[in-house]
């Protein structure tokens, strides 16, 4: 447009553009339909509708479940929300670079996801969200290993693409891990504890990076994600072990 990088007048049309876009995604919800468990549901009550059953809320597990997923974003959202001001700050890299650095590394990370329906067949759900969650903080930590713009852009793939494939998969897990009638608690907790996620990532990356410099907020960051992978890792496999281990003691004596 001619102007100077203090004039607020190319970023208000690039947010404008990106409202404009954001605001035609709601006519994607006249595709869908009611699922099968919807209809199931429904004729399930009004063959019934006087003794409808309804399971205990398993307030527990949904708690645990926040908790999983606040840790295991961290480092998501610390790249969300300081990659750009890392970059300017940190690196010094114009915004024009920015963009494009931005973009096409968004772009590779397209094809990577689509690869999350395989990994889950081959693997199951456990293992891809536990390695995706210690892939997402290694990635953090090129960031740290290589300040450079090459390395940000590695750290920002790695991060994007691990995250595609991480997140759907835990939320169909924890959506199957609650009866159909919790599912909708379910999704808010889940929300909820990514938004708790993002609220601390800011907060505290502020006071980090003021403090300690950037190297510490990927430090924290990537740490908390860890942290968040052996969590659900304890939930997922260590009853299991304890199980097996108790049944073959008791075999043996």
């Known amino acids: 447009l001619g102007g100077t990088l203090a004039d607020p ?14 605001g035609l995604a709601p006519l994607t919800m006249l595709a869908t339909s009611p699922g ?8 399930s009550h009004a063959s019934s509708p006087s003794a409808p059953t309804v399971a205990s809320a398993p307030t527990g597990l949904m708690v645990f479940m926040g908790i999983v997923i606040l840790l295991l974003l961290t480092s998501k959202h610390v790249i969300d929300t300081f990659f750009n001001v890392c970059l300017d700050v940190d690196l010094h890299l ?9 973009a096409g590394v968004q772009l590779l990370a397209v094809p990577i996801a689509l690869v999350a329906p395989f990994v889950v067949a081959r693997w199951g759900k456990g ?10 903080a290694l990635s953090l930590g090129l960031l740290i290993l290589i300040p450079h713009w090459i390395g940000a852009g590695l750290g920002l793939l790695g991060v ?12 169909i897990l924890n959506q199957e891990l609650v009866a159909p009638e919790w599912q909708a608690t379910m999704s808010g ?3 909820m504890g990514m938004g708790l996620s993002r609220a601390g990532a800011a907060l505290g990356g502020g006071y980090l990076i003021s403090h300690l410099g950037f190297p510490s907020l990927f430090l924290v960051g990537a740490g908390l994600t860890v942290a968040g992978a052996i969590l659900f890792w304890g ?11 108790r049944t073959r003691l008791q075999a043996a004596s």
């Open 189 to 191: 907790v889940m929300s």
């Open 9 to 22: 007048q190319p970023y208000r049309y690039a947010l404008l553009i990106a409202a404009s876009l954001f």
């Open 94 to 102: 114009a915004p024009v670079w920015m963009g494009g650095l931005v």
């Open 160 to 171: 994007s693409a691990l995250f595609a494939i991480t997140m759907p998969t835990f939320t």
């Open 235 to 245: 939930y997922a496999w260590l009853p299991q072990r304890y199980t097996r281990d």
């Open 36 to 43: 099968d468990g919807e209809e199931r549901a429904a004729r």
């Open 127 to 136: 293992w891809p969200i536990i390695g995706g969650a210690v892939g997402m």
